[in-house]
């Protein structure tokens, strides 16, 4: 599903910046200077930069793990550098899907209840957050793994289950941190197949990487250096038959 270029922009930063302050109040560093970047709706994006770019912060800053210093954040249109922290807990929970190179499941849950869990935070009733697990475990091709728990998966296997748990709130963003980084290469190209997937059904996708072959298969790449945008190239992308 092609994006639609005239859309509003599902992420769109003005001037953001993030500065680390000392106990005594000086100045530690300053991770982001002024950043713009916007990202509309169905959009393939990689983030990149070498260790110390930035892109570390402006992936916690997308994901309203933290608060930009100064600027703009609106996210799917609503201004979030503005919010509570309850309200922008909440909105999080709501808009975005996580997914780390760590997996970060529960061991002594089974596969369907760790997938379960955002919801069980959002107060969605038992059956239906048994439904949803069910529905997005199926579409990551997991369903024949009902009732097992993380140490009986392989590694490509847990990560499936982490981006199954990304999509059960039905978010209007993906963020993706080294999704691959814990993996073997085969295994990797075949969770990046599964990002293919979603990005042709008009997910929205931000995934930091260092690794230009996981980079080549978005549309779209922003690199910083010293906290500043350095380049922003998209290009058309050719998608599997």
């Known amino acids: 599903m092609p994006h639609d270029a005239t859309s509003s922009p599902v992420i769109d930063i003005r001037g953001v910046t993030k500065v680390y302050y000392k106990p ?19 959009e393939y994006v990689a983030i990149m930069g070498s260790s110390g770019s930035g892109k570390s912060t402006l992936m916690n800053v997308l994901g ?3 608060r930009p210093t100064a600027g703009d954040y609106f ?5 979030v550098a503005k919010m509570g922290d309850e309200e922008l807990s909440r909105y999080r929970g709501q808009t975005i899907g996580f997914i780390f190179q760590a997996f970060n499941l529960i061991p002594e849950l089974t596969i369907e209840a760790n997938v379960e869990v955002p919801l069980f935070y959002q107060g969605v009733p038992p059956a239906q957050r048994r439904e949803r697990s069910l529905e997005c475990l199926k579409l990551v ?23 199954a748990r990304a999509l059960v709130t039905k978010p209007v963003l993906l963020l993706a941190d080294e999704p691959t980084g814990n993996l073997d290469t085969t295994t ?3 969770i990046l197949e599964v990002f293919d997937q979603l990005h042709q059904q008009g997910m929205t996708i ?12 978005c549309e779209r790449v922003v690199r910083l250096k010293d906290g500043v945008v350095e380049t922003d190239v998209s290009r058309v992308r050719a998608m599997p038959a």
Do not use: F, W, Y
């Open 24 to 42: 005594d109040g000086s100045i530690m560093a300053q991770a982001l200077h002024g950043i713009d970047v916007a990202i509309r709706r169905g």
């Open 64 to 66: 309203c793990l933290d």
């Open 75 to 79: 996210l799917d249109g609503k201004n």
């Open 141 to 163: 091709q997991l369903d024949h793994r009902i009732g097992h728990r993380p140490r009986e998966l392989s590694g490509g296997q847990m990560q499936r289950v982490a981006i």
């Open 188 to 190: 990797g190209q075949a």
């Open 206 to 217: 931000a995934m930091v990487t260092h690794d230009p072959t996981v980079s080549e298969r």
